[in-house]
């Protein structure tokens, strides 16, 4: 990989991973409902599930779609059906008042977080855009590693931004209502994420 195309990948990875998505969205309710010690697992989870989709997806697991066309459509309704999911959650989550105490309510776990990449239309599209458009027509393993790797690294820094900015605000929204408010906001936000799977015929 020329460094001329690393340095593309790296302006996309950081673009794409920065920007509000599914991801984000649910650090942001994470970080402001139980603080960034306890969203830990959950920014492992994206940290370390992303980068392992990218490489899988670099090795060639979209010909199962083309071989098997059903499996695509079944992850378009599993990808529906559990950002529904997260969404009633973070909708009901009842927010906490320290990092410390549970408050009847968890954070994503890490193979929660980890395997919601399978069913997040955001990360397939960066996904198949990091493999088809960043890196060799030959695609080896070391090319799509450091691909994955590049993503890895620049994902440390968007997954504590959008943690920290969500336990930060925990001391603007100090009345149950306004988190609720919030919180209520977050979830609409998230499935309102489907729209451009619904209007471009791909749900």
């Known amino acids: 990989m020329t460094i001329e195309l690393l340095t593309a990948l790296a302006a996309f990875a950081f673009i794409s991973l920065i920007t509000p998505g599914p991801n984000n969205l649910m650090l942001l309710a994470s970080g402001m409902n139980y603080g960034w010690l306890r969203t830990i697992p959950h920014m492992l989870g994206i940290g370390i599930g992303f980068p392992v989709m990218i490489v899988l997806v670099g090795l060639g697991i979209m010909q199962v779609f083309e071989l098997v066309p059903a499996s695509y459509t079944v992850l378009k309704i599993l990808c529906a059906a559990y950002l529904c999911y997260l969404a009633w959650k973070i909708a009901t989550a009842a927010p906490v008042q320290s990092?410390?105490?549970?408050?009847?309510?968890?954070?994503?776990?890490?193979?929660?977080?980890?395997?919601?990449?399978?069913?997040?239309?955001?990360?397939?599209?960066?996904?198949?855009?990091?493999?088809?458009?960043?890196?060799?027509?030959?695609?080896?393993?070391?090319?799509?590693?450091?691909?994955?790797?590049?993503?890895?690294?620049?994902?440390?820094?968007?997954?504590?931004?959008?943690?920290?900015?969500?336990?930060?605000?925990?001391?603007?929204?100090?009345?149950?209502?306004?988190?609720?408010?919030?919180?209520?906001?977050?979830?609409?936000?998230?499935?309102?994420?489907?729209?451009?799977?619904i209007a471009w015929g791909l749900l």
């Open 99 to 197: 990092d410390d105490s549970s408050g009847g309510t968890t954070p994503l776990t890490f193979f929660q977080a980890a395997a919601f990449q399978w069913v997040n239309p955001k990360a397939w599209a960066m996904g198949v855009t990091a493999i088809s458009v960043y890196t060799p027509p030959d695609r080896s393993l070391t090319t799509v590693v450091i691909a994955s790797l590049t993503f890895a690294l620049i994902g440390i820094v968007s997954l504590n931004c959008w943690t920290l900015l969500g336990q930060q605000l925990r001391r603007l929204l100090q009345a149950p209502v306004a988190r609720r408010v919030f919180n209520v906001g977050c979830a609409l936000v998230l499935v309102a994420s489907l729209y451009p799977m």
